[in-house]
């Protein structure tokens, strides 16, 4: 609690980031905070693998590259990114400043900026009993570090684009690799699946996991034919859950500080700004006239409720325009 923000992001989709970038360059003391393990919102979790065809400056690129770049260009300054995190309530203060209230920690902001989008994600979870306690131990649900998983036998459940990339990332560097899927035809991209069955990746299909129990140090899955009785057993180190992600605006409704809001959307002005002091909203959850929900949209409307609540806090300091005039 000792320090306060100038600002405080509350969400890292690319709006967030970039807004998180952009206060850095203006010298703001800037925290983002994103309740998944990942920064990069609906473009990591939804559609990792999609080419984005209307970002400026890119004749087409990778979603998981776009947000590659821009965590690039927001760790060249001192942006506070909190993962994990997520804002259980917000207060006002008084005229100048918010309490953050997350599931791990308080902070204090002069200002905030709502970068929430279409709401909190979680990862979907595997609904087996006893895997809740083996959370983030021996089952996980994202990769951060596949060399964690060197030279262990893993298995992956899910049969999408996210479960299939892992698959085939980690038979690199895993001892081996099964995929789990309830159907027998992947969702996948039809180039991922062919990659897929040309690998070592061990298929099991269609199955569901029924029990998972830690025994002598590795887990002993059991999983239970789909539409049938069939039961297979296998003995894993790890389990690396792909469901999908799952957002939701429940948390958001239940602050003490409500700013306007038209259909759920927070309602903006001309410079993002709420109709509450010093609080800001951008991104695919702000409504406006002409509002487009889109990554070009978002991006510039960070620089533009940066740019005043700088001007708010600190009326004397005047920003460079271009960022030509900069050294970074
Ligand atoms: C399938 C699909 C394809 C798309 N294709 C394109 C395209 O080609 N071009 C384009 O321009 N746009 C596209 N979009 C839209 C684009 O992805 C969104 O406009 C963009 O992601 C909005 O960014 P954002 O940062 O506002 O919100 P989001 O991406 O939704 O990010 C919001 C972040 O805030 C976090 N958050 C929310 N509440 C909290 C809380 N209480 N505490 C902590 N964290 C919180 C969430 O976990 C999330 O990570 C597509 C969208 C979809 C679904």
Request: charged share 25%.
């Amino acid at each position: 609690m000792a320090e306060i923000y100038d600002i405080t992001i509350i969400g890292g989709g690319p709006a967030g980031m970039f807004a998180g970038f952009y206060s850095g360059l203006r010298t703001a003391k800037v925290q983002i905070i994103e309740s998944l393990s990942q920064l990069g919102g609906q473009v990591s979790a939804l559609y990792p693998e999609k080419y984005i065809h209307d970002v400026a400056g890119f004749a087409g690129i990778k979603a998981v590259e776009l947000i590659s770049q821009l965590d690039k260009q927001l760790r060249q300054l001192p942006v506070d990114v909190r993962l994990n995190e997520t804002v259980t309530d917000l207060i006002q203060q008084d005229e100048n400043g918010y309490k953050i209230v997350t599931n791990k920690e308080t902070y204090l902001s002069k200002a905030v900026i709502l970068a929430t989008g279409v709401g909190a994600f979680s990862p979907r979870r595997l609904a087996v009993s006893g895997a809740q306690e083996l959370e983030n131990r021996r089952i996980f649900y994202t990769v951060a570090h596949p060399e964690q998983f060197r030279d262990k036998t893993v298995l992956i459940a899910g049969g999408g684009d996210s479960a299939i990339d892992t698959a085939l990332m980690l038979q690199e560097t895993a001892k081996h690799v099964y995929l789990m899927h309830r159907r027998t035809q992947f969702r996948g991209m039809e180039h991922s699946v062919e990659l897929l069955q040309n690998s070592a990746v061990e298929l099991l299909t269609p199955y569901l996991l029924k029990e998972i129990t830690l025994d002598n140090d590795q887990l002993l899955l059991t999983m239970k034919e789909v539409k049938g009785e069939h039961l297979l057993q296998k003995r894993v180190d790890d389990v690396i859950v792909n469901y999908g992600f799952i957002s939701n605006n429940k948390t958001i409704r239940q602050w003490q500080v409500q700013p306007s809001q038209e259909h759920r959307m927070f309602v903006v002005d001309r410079q993002m700004k709420t109709d509450l002091p010093l609080l800001y909203a951008i991104g695919d959850g702000v409504d406006y006239e002409g509002k487009l929900d889109l990554i070009a949209t978002a991006f510039a409307e960070g620089p533009m409720a940066v740019s005043a609540i700088m001007k708010q806090l600190y009326p004397d300091r005047r920003g460079p325009l271009h960022s030509t005039s900069m050294d970074l």
